[in-house]
């Protein structure tokens, strides 16, 4: 194996993994906002408090994908 095709290889699996690391926060933010809408519904009049609490579970979920595509350029 030529160092080239092990540079190719590291690469893609790189790109594996940062596809499995969005995959956990994906269904988490798709969880999170279902749930969030469906409390809504319920009970329109806590809708602001809802949002509130929406958007600050948004910023932690997102912060696992972010975390996931830094790894990936720190492996690499």
Not at 28 to 52: C, D, F, H, N
Request: net charge negative; charged share 10%.
């Amino acid at each position: 194996m030529d160092v080239t095709t092990l540079a190719e290889l590291n690469g893609n699996i790189a790109t594996v993994g940062y596809g499995l690391a969005a995959t956990g926060p994906g269904i988490g933010l798709g969880i999170l906002i279902g749930k969030t809408i469906e409390g809504m519904s319920r009970q329109p009049e806590v809708a602001g408090q809802l949002r509130a609490t929406m958007f600050i579970g948004v910023a932690f979920v997102e912060v696992l994908a972010l975390l996931g595509l830094v790894t990936g350029f720190l492996f690499t």
